[in-house]
């Protein structure tokens, strides 16, 4: 494989104590890909026409706010995230949906250039938002925000909603209890769902800091 077909991601983050009680961490990351090589195939599009993808390059800005009191930090916590996503892609774009070879030495691999095919790039948003408070040793409970332009087509919208509650069995194992309620705008064509997840975690090996608040 070409080194231009693998992703490289990497991420730069920091720490402030803002008071004696409230933390920040923030950081930015990006990953790109110089060339898919067409791994995903030809993505056929609801109105019929199709895109193969040919770049994709993804950057992100992440925070997070942490209330910890000097004192019962055991026992009462309260935590603020974000994370936005922003991802632009490069596809070959064809209207009518042909694959009729209008050059039949094209590149092994990719599907047959048509007369009408165009290079393109779709820019869409993601972002997930939530906020965790802990009021007792062992329970914390929060919700969590999540929306998403696809990546195809940014008038493309998803949104969900998930309340979600925590019971930490020991400082290492916890069980969480989740409901979420997923919403798709008429672009879509998808219709609400709904789920519910439970999550058992736990950690083994070295000790480290910080793992409840996750």
């Known amino acids: 494989m070409r080194l231009s077909g693998f992703n490289y991601y990497g991420r730069l983050s920091t720490y402030f104590d803002l008071t004696p009680n409230i933390q920040l961490e923030t ?46 930090n055991q026992f009462q916590r309260l935590d603020w995230g974000t994370e936005v996503l922003y991802s632009d892609s490069r596809y070959l774009f064809n209207p009518s949906g042909s694959l ?27 972002l997930y938002s939530y ?31 998930s309340p979600y509650i925590t019971w930490a069995l020991s400082h290492w194992n916890q069980i969480r209890l989740q409901y979420t309620h997923t919403d798709h705008n008429a672009v879509s064509g998808l219709r609400p769902d709904d789920a519910i997840y439970l999550q058992w975690a736990w950690i083994i090996g070295a000790h480290s800091h910080g793992w409840q608040a996750r």
């Open 131 to 161: 906020a965790t408070y802990k009021w007792h040793r062992q329970w914390s409970a929060g919700f969590l925000f999540d929306y998403l332009q696809s990546a195809e087509n940014r008038h493309d919208v998803t949104v969900a909603y």
């Open 100 to 126: 009729d070879p209008a050059n039949p030495t094209h590149t092994a691999g990719w599907p047959a250039p048509s007369p009408d095919d165009y290079d393109g790039n779709v820019g869409s948003i993601g």
């Open 27 to 72: 950081g930015i990351s990006g990953l790109i890909n110089p060339s898919t090589q067409d791994r995903g195939g030809v993505l056929v599009q609801p109105d019929g026409s199709t895109l193969t993808e040919k770049e994709r390059r993804v950057a992100g800005l992440d925070l997070k706010v942490s209330y910890v009191p000097l004192r019962n």
